[in-house]
C-alpha cells in the first residue's frame, strides 16, 4: 500500500463521495427502478382512466355473497375519499416521483370505483359511499389541511395522509379475505391489499416520507 494512502489517509480515501458521473448513475438507476415500481403499481390494481369515476365497462358479472356488498361499499367511500384527496393536490406537488404516484393511485382507484359500481349496481345496492368512518385517515380535517398545505409543505402531508388511508385500505381488504365472500370478490380484495401496500411502501422512500404531524 502506498504510504500516503495509510492511516486517516486511507479512510478518507474509502469514503470519499461518488464522483458526479456516478452519483447521477445512481440516480439515473433510482428513477427507473422507482418508475418500474409504479408500473407494476398500476398492472397490481388494475389501473385505467384519469382520475375521473366513469364506471369500468368491462366489469364481469359477479353474485355478491355474504358481506360482499358492505365491503365494497366501504371501499367505495374510501376510493371516493382518496379521488378527492388528489384532486386537492392536483398542480400543487413538487417532488415528480409524488406526482408519478398520486396519477398512477388516481388510475388504479378509477378503475376499481367503475368496477365495484357496476358490481354494486348490479345487486340493487347504493353505488355511491355515502357515509363511512375515515377518522385516523383522511378525515375532514385531514382535508383541510391538504388544501391549505403551501408549497414547501404539501407533498409531506400528503405523503402523511395518503400512506394512512391507504394502510387502511389494505387492512380492510385483508379483513374481508378472512371473512368469505364470492370467489370474485375475494380476489378483487387481495388485489386490493397488495396494491394499497405497494403504495404505503412507495410512499416511505419519497422525500415525503418525512412526516409531518
Known amino acids: 500500500m502506498d504510504p500516503g494512502l495509510t492511516g ?4 478518507r480515501t474509502q469514503s470519499a463521495p461518488h464522483p458526479p458521473t456516478v452519483d447521477r448513475r445512481l440516480g439515473m438507476a433510482r428513477r427507473l427502478a422507482y ?6 403499481l398500476l398492472v397490481a390494481g388494475c389501473a385505467g382512466g384519469d382520475g375521473d369515476t366513469a364506471p369500468a365497462p368491462a366489469a364481469t358479472p359477479v353474485s355478491l355473497q355474504g358481506v ?14 382518496t379521488l378527492e384527496m388528489t384532486r386537492a393536490v392536483r398542480g400543487r406537488l413538487t417532488d415528480s416521483h409524488l406526482r408519478t404516484l398520486v396519477a398512477a393511485v388516481e388510475a388504479t382507484e378509477t378503475d376499481e370505483l367503475g368496477t365495484m359500481r357496476v358490481w354494486l349496481r348490479d345487486a340493487g345496492r347504493p353505488t355511491t359511499g355515502g357515509r363511512h368512518d375515515h377518522t385516523g385517515h383522511a378525515d375532514a380535517d385531514d382535508l383541510e389541511r391538504l388544501r391549505r398545505a403551501g408549497p414547501a409543505e404539501v407533498d409531506q402531508v400528503l405523503g402523511t395522509v395518503l400512506s394512512a388511508h391507504q394502510a387502511a385500505a389494505a387492512d380492510l ?4 379475505l378472512r371473512v368469505g365472500g364470492s370467489a370474485a370478490v375475494r380476489e378483487f380484495a387481495e388485489r386490493v391489499a397488495r396494491s394499497r401496500d405497494a403504495q404505503v411502501e412507495l410512499l416511505a422512500t419519497l422525500p415525503a416520507g418525512d412526516r409531518v404531524r
Open 8 to 11: 486517516s489517509g486511507a479512510a
Open 35 to 40: 418508475t418500474l415500481l409504479v408500473v407494476l
Open 68 to 81: 360482499d356488498a358492505p365491503f365494497l361499499e366501504a371501499l367505495v367511500a374510501h376510493s371516493e375519499r
Open 173 to 176: 381488504a385483508r379483513a374481508h
